[in-house]
């Protein structure tokens, strides 16, 4: 119960932190599209796009292996009631390995883009613009890998608040750094539109460098023992064989990071596709990089700001998974995964139908764009699936079947490259919004039929779809009859949103088929009780 209790608090907390800071993110997003435009977010992206295949590249899995060791090596070491001095020799070979492993790759990385950056921004992307965004995500990619791998191990000892602070320092100075820098005048003969990239890319690698050295000071000051474990006397040399190095690393990182080599290069390739499939389909160059800009910049962020919640909780399975894995509870890996995967199909439909229920208001008050509103209203239906896919990888990852997931996810990747390079020249932006879908789709049904096959288990799925959906449902009804109301327009927006999340809760709370056991018990208690009161036995 303990560590049970230890994990919401670490998810809870977690999660208020990451919502806090997905809201002041899709806020610093809308001012940066409003701030730089339609065409400076479409070529942001496009750096993007490139950024994020050389961080894959530099980080190689490490993340994963930090959390698995960083777990499994401490739950195997409460096992066996080690002493205090185990713990940290066990966490020291753990961060080393990890940092060697993290630096060999990121370096390597750097180097490379650094030196053909000209030939990706001129030839590959097409925009000499680009150029000088490149170096700057060149330099800053071994601070983001160290970050990486010292994340990874904060994670896995359940401090999960000291990632939580370090996110929060990161996201002040890439804000604030930023915001500083698009606020000056452009240097003379200097491209607004590159100007206005550059002062971006700049800001985020200034801020993940102040991140690297944050995390640092954690882990020179940190105990070394993972939340909720008291150390025993032990000092056998059985404690001196639980220590990590660079093999067991790469044997967990190197499956995950060739898988995500794959994926990412072939969604780098897809993202590439995309402008000149627009201009394809009928847009000059700058209309292909605006509907292009809306979509990525605009409607995606929004769609996955709420994630944060599922993506907390899916963060700190991991690591659980894992400890209970490696010392084969299988009752509560059940247990576990039954609870998660409810929590987040409730939470991702009831979220689904927030946003086909206020899309308007969303898209134009953050936005002003009408058609980041039709974009709100395509996606919103696919949002439980794209929660529920990342608590099912989670639950994968933490079972050790980080092998199968590079799997799906190579097949997800290259189907919406092939989709891509058919449909967007046809059908424009609607073709990619048509390929997102299928796409996820299909790696969530992959996803969860290995899951099922690996833990020996069927979630309750249906019943807590019916029940989430019901809910939906009469809340969305009821809303909408409610609009018809003259006094509708006069109240707050802000007040009907949270208005329609609070009655969800409570109509699913009641919807019959729900867990309502405690209540019930409580319930008979205060009858009992009261009958006692009425006869004078109490």
């Known amino acids: 119960m303990k560590r049970r209790k230890l994990f919401f608090m670490n998810a809870a907390g977690l999660a208020c932190v990451n919502i806090t800071l997905r809201f002041i993110s899709v806020s610093f997003n809308a001012y940066i599209s409003e701030k730089i435009g339609a065409e400076s977010m479409g070529l942001f992206t496009l750096v993007m796009s490139v950024y994020g295949l050389a961080v894959i590249i530099a980080c190689s899995g490490v993340n994963l292996a930090s959390v698995r060791l960083s777990s499994e090596k401490s739950a195997i070491l409460e096992k066996k009631f080690a002493a205090k001095k185990e713990y940290k020799k066990c966490a020291s070979s753990v961060i080393r390995s990890c940092i060697f492993y993290s630096l060999i790759f990121s370096l390597s990385t750097s180097c490379v883009l650094f030196a053909f950056s000209t030939l990706i921004g001129e030839r ?275 079972l050790g079947a980080q092998l199968d997931s590079m799997k799906i996810n190579i097949i997800d990747a290259l189907s919406s490259l092939i989709l891509v390079f058919f449909l967007v020249p046809v059908f424009g932006i609607y073709g990619y919004l048509i390929t997102v879908y299928l796409c996820e789709i299909l790696n969530f049904l992959l996803s969860f039929t290995r899951l099922i096959r690996i833990s020996g288990f069927r979630p309750s799925i249906l019943s807590s779809l019916s029940r989430a959906a019901a809910s939906a449902i009469f809340c969305s009804v009821l809303f909408f009859v409610f609009n018809k109301m003259p006094f509708y327009e006069s109240i707050p927006i802000p007040f009907l949103i949270t208005a329609f999340s609070a009655l969800y809760i409570i109509v699913l709370s009641i919807l019959p088929g729900g867990n309502n056991s405690r209540l019930r018990s409580y319930l008979r208690r205060v009858k009992i009780n009261s009958g006692l009161r009425k006869r004078g036995t109490l």
């Open 124 to 398: 590959i992307l097409g925009d000499p613009r680009c150029v000088t965004s490149l170096r700057i995500v060149a330099v800053s990619l071994p601070a983001i890998s160290a970050t990486s791998a010292l994340s990874g191990y904060f994670t896995g000892l359940r401090k999960a608040y000291k990632n939580a602070f370090s996110v929060i320092v990161e996201q002040f100075l890439k804000i604030s750094v930023t915001s500083f820098a698009l606020s000056l005048a452009l240097p003379g003969g200097t491209d607004p539109v590159e100007y206005a990239c550059v002062a971006v890319v700049g800001g985020s690698a200034f801020a993940e460098a102040c991140s690297l050295l944050v995390n640092s000071i954690l882990y020179f000051s940190d105990s070394k023992i993972s939340s909720g474990i008291k150390p025993g006397k032990n000092k056998s040399t059985e404690c001196d064989a639980i220590r990590a190095n660079l093999k067991e690393v790469a044997s967990i990182s190197l499956p995950t990071a060739i898988g995500s080599y794959a994926r990412s290069g072939l969604v780098t390739a897809e993202h590439l596709l995309i402008p000149g499939g627009l201009r394809k389909s009928g847009l000059n160059a700058s209309d292909a990089l605006s509907a292009y800009g809306i979509v990525q910049g605009m409607v995606f962020p929004l769609i996955l700001f709420p994630s944060a919640l599922p993506a907390s909780f899916s963060a700190l399975l991991i690591p659980e998974i894992s400890g209970l894995h490696a010392t084969g509870n299988v009752d509560k890996i059940k247990q576990a995964a039954n609870i998660s995967l409810s929590v987040s199909l409730f939470f991702s439909v009831g979220v689904a139908a927030v946003f086909l229920n206020f899309a308007n208001y969303l898209g134009m008050n953050l936005y002003a764009q009408k058609e980041a509103v039709t974009g709100i209203y395509i996606m919103a239906p696919l949002v439980p699936v794209m929660y529920l896919d990342s608590t099912v990888d989670a639950l994968l990852k933490g």
